[in-house]
């Protein structure tokens, strides 16, 4: 099992950064990838960003890119989602999923469907 603890939201105004950390406990040594979604009321949870958690590769949104930067540390079993320039339309809350090695998924992993473990969310509120 692994456990997922995100942090870092808040009130922003647009144009604003903030950053969001997702902390991970447990069987860490099992994680494929890591990856952070969004959601509104109504709507489907949105992908954002995946990371690989051992390796270089980094997945992105088109409506992120050059705006977000996703990243991690392993030796804090932590991920990170930088975001800058946010937008009111990024005003969400704020999940991070991870999914495990031994399902043999191809990255990136964009599917919420596939992932194994989720935090509790964290919000974001962008004003204009």
């Known amino acids: 099992q692994v456990q997922l603890v995100e942090s870092g939201g808040g009130l922003v105004q647009a144009g604003g950064s903030l950053r969001l950390s997702c902390a991970a406990s447990?069987?860490?040594?099992?994680?494929?990838?890591m990856g952070w979604f969004r959601q509104t009321p109504g709507k489907e949870r949105e992908f954002v960003a995946a990371?690989?958690?051992?390796?270089?590769?980094?997945y992105y949104v088109d409506s992120v890119k050059g705006r977000f930067a996703i990243s991690r540390d392993n030796a804090a079993n932590t991920a990170y989602l930088q975001m800058n320039s946010l937008k009111p339309e990024d005003t969400a809350l704020y999940y991070c999923a991870a999914d495990r090695k031994s399902k043999g998924a191809l990255f990136p992993v964009i599917s919420s469907s596939w992932y194994d473990y989720w935090g509790q969310g964290t919000q974001v509120t962008v004003s204009s």
């Open positions: 990371i690989m958690w051992s390796g270089d590769s980094i």
């Open positions: 447990g069987r860490t040594d099992s994680i494929y990838s």
